[in-house]
T-cell receptor
Framework: SQQGEEDPQALSIQEGENATMNCSYK?????LQWYRQNSGRGLVHLIL?????REKHSGRLRVTLDTSKKSSSLLITASRAADTASYFC?????????????FGKGTRLHILP | DTEVTQTPKHLVMGMTNKKSLKCEQH?????MYWYKQKAKKPPELMFV???????INESVPSRFSPECPNSSLLNLHLHALQPEDSALYLC?????????????FGPGTRLTVT
């Protein structure tokens, strides 16, 4: 079952600009993770944000979480060509009987030279 | 060593073949996962092993058979697959199966069923 829904589905920006991706989810969560996937490769974990946190930073990445709106955003500042990838949010639902994370549909980010 | 390795990288098999995908990690993780991913879609969970025991089977057809010989190894045995099973198969591991832990993914096996 789909829990997270990323927005936009695809995004193209110029190198050096900031990229913002959003993730909305349906039910209360314990935490939310963001992953990056380069074309045809495995996923790489970026950040985990817990339900009692509002913002986390890691290098050029900034993640926010608004539990009242059931949404999260991932901001990549000063984008580089190497940031071209698909980005997925993954949620741990509060009523998680199976202890599994649920991936959203993803945002495909393309950094233009 | 924070790497999950998968072999082979690519696999082409006929519908009557039997093949196996292999996954290995040496991070001491006690949970291992198989995901299936179609193009431009998110990964879909297939199986979870926790402490070498199968803890989740997402109603996967029996033509896919997982095996966890030890805490470092995970196999996926394939038999009588269908063309629609062609996909990227991803293995992942995490410290344990609680979703508070990040998952480490391998590079995947690109499977084509002819």
């Amino acid at each position: 079952s789909q829990q997270g829904e990323e927005d936009p589905q695809a995004l193209s920006i110029q190198e050096g600009e900031n990229a913002t991706m959003n993730c909305s989810y349906k039910t209360s969560i314990n935490n939310l993770q963001w992953y990056r996937q380069n074309s045809g490769r495995g996923l790489v974990h970026l950040i985990l944000i817990r339900s009692n946190e509002r913002e986390k930073h890691s290098g050029r990445l900034r993640v926010t979480l608004d539990t009242s709106k059931k949404s999260s955003s991932l901001l990549i500042t000063a984008s580089r060509a190497a940031d071209t990838a698909s980005y997925f949010c993954a949620t741990d639902p509060d009523m998680n009987r199976d202890d599994k994370i649920i991936f959203g549909k993803g945002t495909r980010l393309h950094i233009l030279p | 060593d924070t790497e999950v390795t998968q072999t082979p990288k690519h696999l082409v098999m006929g519908m009557t073949n039997k093949k196996s995908l292999k996954c290995e990690q040496h991070m001491g993780h006690r949970a291992m996962y198989w995901y299936k991913q179609k193009a431009k879609k998110p990964p879909e969970l297939m199986f979870v092993y926790s402490y070498e025991k199968l803890s989740i089977n997402e109603s996967v057809p029996s033509r896919f058979s997982p095996e966890c010989p030890n805490s470092s190894l995970l196999n996926l045995h394939l038999h009588a697959l269908q063309p629609e099973d062609s996909a990227l198969y991803l293995c992942a591991s995490s410290q344990d199966d609680r979703p508070t832990y990040e998952q480490y993914f391998g590079p995947g096996t690109r499977l084509t069923v002819t």
